[in-house]
């Protein structure tokens, strides 16, 4: 636990929710996630949760409430409006005792949220984390996933929120909103019509008079716009134009347009509807091929309702296709490979044998067959190999005896006459020679030879004495002497 406590950051702001299983104190951060948790806060202050129920459990994962409705498609923010996620580097669903808002999507917060039964690595960059459950108040919280739940994930006696307390506010500009406490207004009576009584008035018969002229004409020109010549019978005025407006030019126009048409013939009119829809068909392939590149090809929308995991089978659905549309582009590929491969062998056989003419090339080629079958029989290891070593060995020592034995009867070998090309039998490159079998190995005969020995003078004899040595030179006068004893009249210099 020591390291969860050294990589989240401090928290601003505590929260107590009275629940049904119990208190559950929830710590914010306030700092990390601002607009989650002033909504929260908010929302806590106004009385909003209160008697919501958790609609959503999922056991060992979440625990999902804050919808008014208790369905799991209600709740508001209090901006009106979902906001946009907030993420931070230090804030990760590692562990159980988290608190985090609920979204059908990317920036879709609202006003419900969730609490984390265990380990949701999965939600990690998708959920706004925003705070944690504090002190003992956990186990509380763990006992929302106890009881039945049926298969759409929803509890047979769900727990509910009795009421929301802020013990820390870390925002001090949040005041309740007014439009929440509002009475909603009364709408206004309307007023009666009156009935006119003209008998009361002294000019009553007149009075009646104008209103069933003025009923009449409104009733006439009900939506027209009236004017002072069509409300009374002056000759001065007079409902037609003086002056001719370009509307009334362009009404002239199209009307006389209108009639020429009309004497048209019907061969000149078919060719210009013809003209037209060509054009028309022309400029829909356009706006078609146009919108066909810029609009990438789009999934198709899934209308079932949002749940923790839909982006998890979206993203495999996704990953499923691509490998799919992989796994046929290989298979096209590898079967227009066989194809060009196919082809090729067809180019190579129908081409000419080069061998064919050449003499040289085809004692080569069949040499190598020849060498190649050898080979195959040839085996590499084990015990066959020993064997097969054994029984070249000993074809080899029969050869040697019958060589010898062939030597014996004919007499004395003779000296092997080199073999000329021409002699030699092409047909079969492999055979040899085998009169270098019958030769004998001859040597030197046995002759004594005098070992040298080193401390006797000869005629290679080599001095190594130092001049300068008294010996030496003693000896060396010795020698001098009685080489001049020898000869009368000399006189030693020594």
């Known amino acids: 636990m020591s390291n969860i406590y050294i990589q989240e950051p401090p928290t601003h702001g505590k929260v107590l929710l009275e629940t049904t299983a119990g208190d ?31 609609h959503r459990v999922v056991k060992g994962f979440i625990a999902q409430g804050g919808d008014p409705t208790g369905t799991g498609k209600g ?16 804030l990760r669903f590692m562990r159980r005792g988290l608190v985090a808002m609920a979204n059908a999507g990317r920036d879709d917060n609202g006003s419900q949220f969730f609490f984390t039964l265990g380990p949701t690595p999965e939600l990690q960059s998708k959920h706004t984390l ?34 929301a307390k802020i013990l820390m506010n870390p925002f001090d500009d949040i005041v309740p909103r007014e439009s929440i ?3 909603p207004k009364s709408k206004k009576k309307e007023k009666e019509a009156g009935t006119k009584n003209y008998k009361l008035l002294s000019f009553g018969e007149e009075a009646e008079e104008e209103e069933e002229e003025i009923s009449e004409v409104n009733k006439k020109f009900s939506g027209k716009s009236k004017s002072s010549h069509d409300l009374t019978n002056d000759p001065k005025l007079s409902s037609q134009v003086a002056v001719e407006t370009s509307r009334h030019k362009k009404r002239r126009h199209t009307s006389g347009s209108s009639s020429s048409e009309e004497r048209e013939s019907p061969e000149a009119e ?22 066909s590149k ?47 491969k196919k082809i090729v062998e067809k180019e190579e056989e129908s081409k000419p044998d080069p061998a064919a003419d050449n003499n040289l090339i085809q004692e080569f080629l069949e040499n190598q ?39 014996e009867t004919s007499g004395p070998s003779k000296p092997a006459e080199p073999i000329e090309p021409e002699t030699k039998d092409n047909d079969d490159p492999t055979e040899e020679d085998d009169t270098w079998l019958t030769k004998s190995l001859d040597y030197e005969g046995d002759e004594l030879i005098v070992a040298k020995d080193a401390n006797l003078k000869t005629a290679d004899w080599y ?14 006068n010795e020698a001098k002497r009685a080489a001049n004893k020898g000869q009368p009249g000399r006189r030693d210099l020594i």
């Open 294 to 340: 810029q609009d990438p090809p789009k999934l198709e929308e899934d209308d079932t309702p949002y749940y923790l995991g839909k982006d998890q089978e979206i993203a495999k659905k996704k990953k499923l296709e691509e490998l799919k549309k992989e796994y046929k582009e290989l298979k096209t590929s590898m079967k227009k490979a066989e194809e060009s």
């Open 369 to 407: 067959k020849k060498y190649k079958i050898k080979t195959a029989k040839a085996k590499t290891k084990g015990t066959d190999r020993e064997e097969m070593t054994m029984a070249l060995l000993k074809k080899f020592q029969q050869k040697l005896e019958h060589v010898k034995e062939v030597q």
């Open 270 to 291: 078919a060719e210009r509807k013809a003209r037209v829809s060509s054009v028309q068909e022309k400029l829909k392939s356009k706006t078609e091929s146009k919108k």
């Open 24 to 54: 559950i104190d929830i710590e914010l951060w306030s700092r990390e996630a601002p607009k989650a948790c002033r909504n929260f806060i908010q929302l806590c202050m106004e009385g909003y949760y209160n008697g919501t129920i958790f």
């Open 181 to 183: 406490h509002q009475a």
């Open 130 to 163: 925003f705070g944690k459950v504090a002190g003992n108040t956990i186990y509380n919280m763990l006992k929302l996933e106890s009881g039945d739940i049926d298969e759409d994930e929803k509890p047979a006696y769900p727990y509910k929120i009795i009421k």
């Open 463 to 476: 001095a190594l004495d130092d001049p300068r040595n008294p010996v030496v030179q003693r000896r060396r």
């Open 75 to 90: 709740g508001s923010s209090i901006w009106g409006k979902p906001f946009k996620d907030e993420f931070h580097s230090r």
